[in-house]
Structure formats: C-alpha cells, structure tokens
C-alpha cells in the first residue's frame, strides 16, 4: 500500500506519518475545539456573553468530566472484548451508598467523628466493593455463559434497588471533610505552586519518553522519527500541559471563600481582594492519573495485549493458551473497582450519596467510550480516545447548560452526536483500511 | 535445535514421537473420533486424510489441546502426556498450524507471534521492540518479501497470514507439527514454499502432520498416510506401497488394501 501512494502523496500525508500521530487523535481534538468555539462564540453572541471558554467554566469542566472519564476507561477493556457493562451506574450510586453508610453511620460509631483514618478505609472499601461486585458478574458472564447485556442489565436493576435498601431510601450526608476533598471545591486543589510544579514534571515525562522511545527504536535499527518532528511533539505536547496550568490557575476562589480562609488564617485583605488560584483539582488529577495507569495496562502488559488478542479474536487467543475466562472475570471486575473510584469522585462531589447517583451514567460512559473509537465489533479501541470523548460528551451537556437550551433538547443533542459520531467513525474506518 | 533433534533421530528412532492411542470423543452422541490410534516418528511426514467431517481435524485437535478427549492416552516421546489445553500442548513441543490460521487479526505480525508467550522486560512489561525485532528474523528467514511488520494481520494478503502462522508454529523450537489444510487458501506459488517449508522442517527432525481431504496435497509430501473414516481409523500406509488410487479407496469406501495395515474402521467385505 505505502509503495503505491509514494508519488501522490501529499505534504499532510508525509507529516502525518513523520511525526505518526493518530489522525483520529487529530479528529477528536478538532471535534473538541469546534464544540468549544460554538458553544463560546454562541453565548458571546446570541446571549451577549461568551461563557464557555473561561477559566470558571474549563475547570468546572475537568471536575465534572472526571467521574465519567475514570470508568470509560475501564469500558474500553469491556467493549474490545465484545461485552458491555450497563451496570456501571447502578453500581456507582451503590458503591456510593456504602461508602456514606460506611462513613456516616458506621465508622464514626468507631472511630469517632472526624478520625482521619475514616476516608481512607471508605475510599477502600468503596472500591473494593466495587470490585467484588464487578467480579461477581464477571463470573456469571464468563463461566455460567450468560450474556453481559443480560446480566449487567439485571445488575443495573439490581443495584439502583438494592442501594434504595441499604439506605433504607434516604439521603446520606453529610460525607467526612476530608473525603469531601476528593471531589474537588476550592479546598481539594492543589493550588498554583502545586499545580506549576506537576505541569513540569509532566513535561519532564514527555520529554523523557520521547527520548526512551527514540533509543529504543535505534538499539534494535528500526526507523526513528525526524528530529523535527520529535520536537514538534515534544513542543507541542509541553504547551498544551502549561496551557492547561494556566487555565486551572486563572481561576480564583470566590470572594466569600477567600474571607473566611482569610478571617480563619489571620490575613488581611487588602483592596483589590486576594487572587487565589483553584489549580488542578483532585477529580481531575485522579482521572489523569487512572487513565495512564490503564493506558500502562492496556499497551504495556501482557494483561492488555490478551485484551486485545481476546477481541480480534477468541478463538486465537484460547488456542494461543490464554485463560478468556479468567481474563473476562479480570476485566468485570476492574470495571467495577473503577466505578469505585468514580463513586468515590461524584459522593465527594456531592458531600452525599443519595438515590439517583450514577443514574444514566451507564448511557454516558458507553457514549464516551464509541465516540473515543472504541469498537463493537471487538479488538479496537483506546483509553485516550475514551477520555477524550468522556470531554466531548461532557463539554456538549454543559455547553448546552450554559447557553440555556432546556433538557429535552439536551437530550436529544447528546443522543444525535452520539450516533453521528459512529457513523463518522465508520467512514473513516472504512477508508483507512 | 538442528542438530540436537537429529540426535534424537538417531537414538530414539524406535520410540515414536507421539502416539495416539484409543482415542475417543463425542459431542452430543456423535462419535466425531471412535478408538482412533495413530503415531508419528521424528523426521516423518504423516499425511492424515479422509472426507469432510471423518474426524481428522478433531483427533489433531485434541493432540493440540483444544478438545480433551473422553478415553485413549496420549503418549509423547514413550511418556504418558496430559494435554488437557492448548498451553499443555506447547510445552511439549506440539505446534499447530489451524486451517482458519488463529491469528488475532487486530494486531501485528510481532504480537500473533508471541501471542501467550511475550518477551517482557525486567519491569515484568511487553517487550514490543525485542518482539519485533525476533520477528523480523524469523520472517526474513521464511518469507523475505514480508515488509508489514507494523500493520494489524488482517490487512495482509492470504500468503503473508500463512507466513505468520508458520512462523508461530515453528519459531518455539517445535517438535511436533500439525498442519491443518496449510495450503486450502495459497496459490500455486506459495504452496510450493509450503512444500519446501516442510523439508526442510522434515530435515530438522520434526515430526508433521498434515491433515488435508485433498489426497493430491499430501501424497507427495508425506512418508505415511493414516486414513479416517466416520471418526474411525481406516488404515495406514506407507505412501510407497500404496498407490493414490488405492489411498482414494480407503477415504471413499474405507476398503484397505493389501499394501495398507488395517484399522478398525476398515470395511470387512
């Protein structure tokens, strides 16, 4: 194929293999940037203000984006390998549920109100529920053979009832303080300095894998990249990582927050008020954080490459000798200590766990999930291309918040994105291959 | 391996590779394999042949692990084996080319290669560049035309997916190789390259099977054909003491003729 196009090859082609960037990666982020403009070019002038592309909103954005991005991650590895998990929210707003029960009724029993020990040991048991329950399922998929749809349908009933139980239908609240960190606020940052301090390490690692990965290529004589294009990537990388500090930094604390901290610490405010900056918050940090641990796992470990090997093909992966059983039983019930973490983000968000937490996140998760590539035909998908699209969906819903269409239209946006994308997806499929 | 599997050529050539002993397996009271017995010798072709649906394939697959048989044993090299999954079955040595190749056809040649068997790193992490670079090797070897190394096997041409299947059979020091149909989907060309593949395989000391319903794939390849019949063994020959015809009579009608040793599946009129 490459021998054949060589002489028609345009100058975008020869960049594009150069710097071999994913040119969905390239879609995705135009996509992003487009939905951004409109929804900020909209409200600038059909409302007279631009609201989207503030500090205020970004950030709002990166917090309420992160409970839906840590478990599309996790419904990659589900999808690949020809499953689907409809239980994720069902099982968010119960691990949810036991985790207020745990810290509000139980623990402080214990331990006493406030004991710094309480959040640790409800984080864990929150993820470690959803664990169990994951595998649970898992079981049932992989060695009973009922179909995920089937089981993860009757786990979404399952689970949103059972929580109801357990709650005996009540609201649980107030969560620990410092649990309540976890989902953010302006107290769970970690501040300009922190945050200046993470973007260069950041950089630090793009540089360093940039650099590894040329070594490597030349140990063994492969081809490497130009020299320009691996600063072009290294450059290019670097700003979008300081850009997005800035934007985290530019957004202070609101003015009541900043006097009681003020009165609280014995400052004096002077005139133009004190600009104190949010930086990354904790959600945020947590999504980035799981989505290079599952990109680690998916691309870097024999645990992912049999994820893959599983959904090209079944049959070859257990003729190969791999245990598809056991790795179905392993991937349900990461799926579910994922959901822990984000039951975690959305209850510590909330300062509660009630009812109808998680409800429909399923439907948003495996959104995010198709729009960032993955495949139902099995065997293809990526845990950037999940979060990437967890922002997009993310970004249309509270673009559309902000500009004020009501719900029903939201509704019906969100659902005709979705199966566009699809479609799009299709095309471009179809015409790479 | 060369001269380590000649040597075992040379002293053990009385004890079979694998024998296959009163093998049996249904699936839902179909007897697909009933008291199958066959054997295989270091260095020997064994051409197993027979229609559509007479058990060949699955007697191979339950040498490779895929089924577990009901009854019979297994022996390699005089040993007892148990084979009870495809891993089993690699660990002693028995690589299996499938006719539908088992290739995952979402990810590259290096991968299908080490598929169950990666090369990690220290770090316990997928070494993909020492994976890609072996198989460089090993495919210049087989097939020097295969440039691909980058591109998911499902965009390669029928040739260059048989090459990857070989070079996974052949790359883990087999000793026992099954060959299911390997030349069904190749053009002339590349069936040539399969034959030479497999003297030279032959000349290494490995024992093959090569299962095909195609008499005219394997005789001339194979030093011994086993012929199977509605699950059951009709007989077995020396290919120099039989002719085709008389080896068609024994897949068509299950008659033995006199050059043959008759199995139980053998007609008795």
């Given at each position: 194929?490459?021998?054949?196009?060589?002489?028609?090859?345009?100058?975008?082609?020869?960049?594009?293999?150069?710097?071999?960037?994913?040119?969905?990666?390239?879609?995705?982020?135009?996509?992003?940037?487009?939905?951004?403009?409109?929804?900020?070019?909209?409200?600038?002038?059909?409302?007279?203000?631009?609201?989207?592309l503030t500090p205020r909103n970004l950030w709002n954005l990166s917090v309420q984006t992160s409970s839906?991005?840590?478990?599309?991650?996790?419904?990659?590895?589900?999808?690949?390998?020809?499953?689907?998990?409809?239980?994720?929210?069902?099982?968010?707003?119960?691990?949810?549920?036991?985790?207020?029960?745990?810290?509000?009724?139980?623990?402080?029993?214990?331990?006493?109100?406030?004991?710094?020990?309480?959040?640790?040991?409800?984080?864990?048991?929150?993820?470690?529920?959803?664990?169990?329950?994951?595998?649970?399922?898992?079981?049932?998929?992989?060695?009973?053979?009922?179909?995920?749809?089937?089981?993860?349908?009757?786990?979404?009933?399952?689970?949103?009832?059972?929580?109801?139980?357990?709650?005996?239908?009540?609201?649980?609240?107030?969560?620990?303080?410092?649990?309540?960190?976890?989902?953010?606020?302006?107290?769970?940052?970690?501040?300009?300095?922190?945050?200046?301090?993470?973007?260069?390490?950041?950089?630090?690692?793009?540089?360093?894998?940039?650099?590894?990965?040329?070594?490597?290529?030349?140990?063994?004589?492969?081809?490497?990249?130009?020299?320009?294009?691996?600063?072009?990537?290294?450059?290019?990388?670097?700003?979008?990582?300081?850009?997005?500090?800035?934007?985290?930094?530019?957004?202070?604390?609101?003015?009541?927050?900043?006097?009681?901290?003020?009165?609280?610490?014995?400052?004096?405010?002077?005139?133009?008020?004190?600009?104190?900056?949010?930086?990354?918050?904790?959600?945020?940090?947590?999504?980035?954080?799981?989505?290079?641990?599952?990109?680690?796992?998916?691309?870097?470990?024999?645990?992912?490459?049999?994820?893959?090997?599983?959904?090209?093909?079944?049959?070859?992966?257990?003729?190969?000798?791999?245990?598809?059983?056991?790795?179905?039983?392993?991937?349900?019930?990461?799926?579910?200590?994922?959901t822990g973490i984000a039951a975690v983000i959305a209850s510590a968000r909330l300062k509660s766990a009630?009812?109808?937490?998680?409800?429909?996140?399923?439907?948003?998760?495996?959104?995010?999930?198709?729009?960032?590539?993955?495949?139902?035909?099995?065997?293809?998908?990526?845990?950037?291309?999940?979060?990437?699209?967890?922002?997009?969906?993310?970004?249309?819903?509270?673009?559309?918040?902000?500009?004020?269409?009501?719900?029903?239209?939201?509704?019906?946006?969100?659902?005709?994105?979705?199966?566009?994308?699809?479609?799009?997806?299709?095309?471009?499929?179809?015409?790479?291959? | 391996?060369?001269?380590?599997?000649?040597?075992?050529?040379?002293?053990?050539?009385?004890?079979?590779?694998?024998?296959?002993?009163?093998?049996?397996?249904?699936?839902?009271?179909?007897?697909?394999?009933?008291?199958?017995?066959?054997?295989?010798?270091?260095?020997?072709?064994?051409?197993?042949?027979?229609?559509?649906?007479?058990?060949?394939?699955?007697?191979?697959?339950?040498?490779?692990?895929?089924?577990?048989?009901?009854?019979?044993?297994?022996?390699?090299?005089?040993?007892?084996?148990?084979?009870?999954?495809?891993?089993?079955?690699?660990?002693?040595?028995?690589?299996?080319?499938?006719?539908?190749?088992?290739?995952?056809?979402?990810?590259?040649?290096?991968?299908?290669?080490?598929?169950?068997?990666?090369?990690?790193?220290?770090?316990?992490?997928?070494?993909?560049?020492?994976?890609?670079?072996?198989?460089?090797?090993?495919?210049?070897?087989?097939?020097?035309?295969?440039?691909?190394?980058?591109?998911?096997?499902?965009?390669?041409?029928?040739?260059?997916?048989?090459?990857?299947?070989?070079?996974?059979?052949?790359?883990?020091?087999?000793?026992?190789?099954?060959?299911?149909?390997?030349?069904?989907?190749?053009?002339?060309?590349?069936?040539?390259?399969?034959?030479?593949?497999?003297?030279?395989?032959?000349?290494?000391?490995?024992?093959?099977?090569?299962?095909?319903?195609?008499?005219?794939?394997?005789?001339?390849?194979?030093?011994?054909?086993?012929?199977?019949?509605?699950?059951?063994?009709?007989?077995?020959?020396?290919?120099?003491?039989?002719?085709?015809?008389?080896?068609?009579?024994?897949?068509?009608?299950?008659?033995?003729?006199?050059?043959?040793?008759?199995?139980?599946?053998?007609?008795?009129?």
């Amino acid at each position: 194929m490459s021998v054949e196009k060589k002489y028609t090859e345009s100058a975008l082609v020869r960049f594009l293999r150069a710097t071999e960037v994913d040119t969905r990666l390239l879609g995705m982020i135009g996509a992003l940037i487009l939905i951004w403009l409109g929804f900020h070019l909209y409200g600038h002038f059909v409302n007279g203000y631009g609201a989207f592309l503030t500090p205020r909103n970004l950030w709002n954005l990166s917090v309420q984006t992160s409970s839906i991005a840590v478990m599309a991650t996790g419904m990659v590895l589900v999808i690949v390998t020809r499953h689907i998990d409809l239980s994720v929210g069902s099982l968010l707003g119960f691990s949810a549920m036991i985790m207020g029960v745990m810290q509000v009724w139980i623990l402080p029993k214990f331990l006493g109100l406030g004991h710094p020990m309480i959040w640790p040991i409800t984080v864990v048991v929150g993820i470690a529920f959803g664990a169990l329950i994951g595998a649970f399922q898992g079981v049932l998929i992989a060695y009973l053979n009922i179909p995920a749809f089937i089981v993860t349908l009757g786990g979404l009933l399952i689970w949103r009832g059972a929580s109801y139980l357990v709650a005996r239908g009540e609201t649980i609240a107030p969560v620990d303080q410092t649990f309540a960190l976890i989902g953010g606020g302006p107290y769970g940052t970690i501040g300009a300095t922190g945050s200046w301090i993470l973007g260069i390490i950041v950089c630090l690692v793009i540089v360093l894998l940039l650099f590894n990965g040329r070594r490597q290529r030349k140990k063994f004589g492969f081809t490497t990249r130009p020299m320009w294009a691996e600063l072009l990537i290294g450059g290019v990388g670097s700003a979008l990582v300081i850009g997005a500090v800035m934007v985290m930094n530019a957004y202070p604390w609101p003015k009541g927050i900043v006097k009681k901290y003020a009165a609280a610490n014995n400052i004096e405010i002077p005139d133009g008020g004190i600009f104190i900056s949010h930086g990354f918050a904790f959600p945020i940090l947590i999504a980035l954080a799981v989505g290079v641990a599952m990109t680690f796992l998916a691309t870097r470990t024999r645990f992912g490459r049999y994820v893959f090997a599983i959904g090209g093909n079944p049959e070859a992966a257990e003729l190969a000798g791999i245990n598809t059983k056991k790795m179905t039983m392993l991937i349900f019930s990461l799926m579910g200590a994922l959901t822990g973490i984000a039951a975690v983000i959305a209850s510590a968000r909330l300062k509660s766990a009630t009812l109808a937490l998680g409800q429909f996140d399923e439907l948003y998760v495996i959104a995010a999930a198709v729009i960032g590539g993955t495949s139902f035909a099995g065997g293809i998908g990526t845990i950037y291309g999940a979060i990437l699209g967890a922002l997009v969906m993310q970004s249309l819903q509270s673009g559309m918040v902000l500009i004020g269409f009501d719900s029903a239209i939201q509704q019906m946006v969100v659902g005709c994105v979705l199966v566009i994308a699809v479609f799009l997806d299709n095309l471009y499929r179809r015409n790479s291959v | 391996m060369n001269t380590q599997a000649t040597e075992q050529q040379n002293t053990h050539a009385a004890t079979p590779l694998v024998e296959m002993k009163d093998i049996s397996i249904s699936f839902g009271g179909v007897h697909a394999v009933d008291n199958a017995s066959c054997d295989l010798y270091p260095g020997e072709v064994v051409g197993l042949l027979g229609h559509n649906g007479a058990g060949k394939s699955t007697l191979i697959k339950i040498l490779s692990g895929a089924y577990t048989r009901d009854s019979g044993t297994i022996f390699v090299d005089g040993k007892k084996a148990t084979i009870d999954n495809p891993r089993h079955a690699k660990d002693l040595g028995i690589e299996t080319i499938y006719q539908t190749l088992a290739l995952a056809d979402n990810v590259d040649a290096a991968a299908n290669l080490y598929l169950g068997r990666e090369i990690l790193t220290r770090w316990g992490t997928l070494d993909d560049a020492a994976m890609e670079a072996e198989t460089r090797k090993v495919m210049n070897r087989l097939n020097p035309n295969f440039t691909r190394f980058k591109d998911p096997v499902k965009q390669l041409s029928g040739g260059q997916r048989q090459s990857v299947a070989i070079a996974r059979a052949i790359h883990f020091n087999a000793r026992i190789l099954i060959m299911d149909e390997p030349t069904a989907a190749l053009g002339p060309a590349e069936t040539e390259q399969v034959g030479q593949l497999i003297h030279q395989l032959k000349n290494d000391g490995i024992g093959i099977f090569l299962i095909s319903h195609d008499i005219h794939d394997v005789f001339d390849l194979a030093d011994r054909v086993v012929v199977m019949k509605n699950g059951a063994v009709v007989g077995s020959a020396k290919t120099t003491d039989v002719t085709k015809d008389e080896v068609l009579g024994m897949i068509i009608l299950g008659k033995c003729p006199a050059g043959a040793t008759p199995g139980p599946g053998a007609s008795t009129d």
